[in-house]
């Protein structure tokens, strides 16, 4: 017995109480630091077209998620690696505010048949991994707003904008009418007004038969426009419905920068610059509150790419997924080119096997070591009862005891270490239970 007894003088029946106290305790650690639920993070990858030709431009989302509710990991370190025909291209950053963030990658001679692998740089562990695919041909579906060219031939006019949101300016480019005499017409808006020389108008009458540009402001969310010539009444008139995205955000060119601007107060907006077959650039835009309830901020010229076919894309929500995200024009291009990314990978599904593999790894493990030591603490029960026994029937042979007492009890020890040894257990599957160990 003397590996059982130490030279502190513990005894084979402290072992047989310690050592199923001990493995409780320690299920009971396990299960409270690892068991229970814990952050699942993962990463989801929007872009644009994954065969364009140039940089690769994208956005990245990370998120946590705990009792089924998904917070942004904001300031969340991370890597985004894209690897392909043998070439890998790595760039790093840090989430924002609300979890994004916006990335680019060099060109490559063969743009097509990548992967990308988003990992955390905290511990190395990978948040979204796949081979996207988003053809150049869905990118160029995007939807788009604005007057149609015979709406333009019709009405003799233009809107540089594409559209217009309310409450800001923009700018109407008109042809003069085909007017007899002097040519001179008048023009009348609905739901918007004139700026003219500094004041606001309904109506304008304009004298000057060469073309002209007018700012309007809208109103209202329904804008239409009424032409005709001064003095007459039988000439055909022109009406047209301006096009006007409710809630839009807008833009002016203040020098080589451009002003954003909100109809409410936000902190921040999401834009993106575009062309009809690529992606470029993007990132978020902190915006002001001014007096008037609108916000604004400031586009720097540095961040506006060189493309002779540029649009921006200008968005409350940083995947673009709303009726207001609008494509501007900034070149000459007749209407919007509404490009929202498209959503190329999505690491939560996988996030989720690995976090139940581990949890079922984790149980399996409490479970074999659980069995062990309650195989040894049957074994030790089962010695302390017979060296129990054997003593016992040692003082009765001195004693001359009478012999039916002489005969060794087995069957009764051995129910009661079954009885202890199915309590233990019992307890460690209750645990497991409540606790959700079994993942």
């Not at 923009?170 to 023009?187: D, K, M, T, V």
């Not at 060119?253 to 909100?262: C, Q, S, T, V």
């Not at 026994?389 to 003082?395: E, I, P, S, T, Y």
Request: charged letters at 25%; aromatic letters at 6%; a neutral charge.
């Amino acid at each position: 017995m003397g590996l059982f007894r130490d030279k502190g003088g513990w005894s084979l029946e402290r072992w047989v109480l310690t050592i199923p106290a001990l493995g409780l305790l320690t299920v009971a650690l396990a299960l409270s630091l690892g068991g229970t639920s814990r952050p699942i993070v993962s990463a989801q990858v929007y872009g644009g077209p994954t065969d364009a030709s140039g940089p690769w431009s994208g956005r990245i989302f990370v998120v946590q998620e705990l009792d089924e509710e998904i917070v942004p990991w904001a300031g969340a370190p991370v890597e985004v690696v894209r690897s392909g025909g043998g070439v890998e291209d790595r760039v790093q950053g840090e989430t924002g505010p609300e979890g994004w963030l916006d990335v680019t990658l060099p060109a490559r001679a063969n743009p097509s048949g990548f992967s990308i692998r988003v990992m955390s740089l905290l511990d190395g562990s990978v948040l979204a991994e796949g081979s996207p695919e988003f053809p150049v041909e869905r990118w160029a579906t995007a939807p788009r707003r604005g007057l149609s060219p015979a709406q333009e031939r019709r009405a003799r006019l233009r809107l540089p904008s594409g559209v217009l949101s309310v409450p800001f300016r923009s700018r109407l480019e008109l042809e003069p009418l085909r007017c007899l005499g002097a040519g001179a017409e008048w023009a009348r808006l609905s739901g918007a007004k004139f700026l003219w020389e500094g004041r606001p108008l309904e109506r304008l009458e304009l004298t000057d038969p060469g073309p002209r540009e007018v700012q309007i402001e809208p109103r209202e969310h329904v804008v239409s426009l009424d032409r005709g010539c001064l003095g007459e009444p039988d000439a055909p008139r022109v009406s047209l419905t301006l096009p006007v995205v409710p809630g839009a955000l807008h833009f002016e060119k203040r020098g080589e920068d451009l002003a954003i601007l909100a109809p409410i107060q936000v902190p921040a907006i999401w834009y993106t610059f575009v062309t009809e077959s690529a992606r470029l650039a993007g990132g978020r835009l902190q915006l002001v509150a001014e007096a008037d309830g609108t916000s604004a901020g400031l586009l720097p010229a540095r961040l506006v790419p060189k493309e002779p076919d540029l649009y921006l894309v200008l968005s409350t929500s940083p995947d673009g997924r709303s009726p207001s995200t609008v494509g501007y024009p900034l070149v000459s291009q007749r209407r919007t080119f509404d490009a929202v990314d498209g959503h190329l990978i999505d690491g939560g599904p996988d996030a989720h096997q690995r976090e139940t593999e581990r949890r079922r790894r984790m149980v399996r493990a409490l479970f074999g070591y659980v069995a062990a030591l309650f195989a040894l603490s049957l074994w030790l029960f089962r010695l302390v009862i017979r060296r129990s026994d054997d003593k016992l029937l040692a003082d009765l042979r001195r004693g001359e005891a009478p012999a039916g007492l002489l005969s060794r009890p087995r069957a009764r020890p051995s129910v009661v270490a079954g009885l202890t040894i199915a309590l233990g257990l019992s307890l460690v599957l209750l645990w497991i239970a409540v606790f959700g160990g079994t993942g």
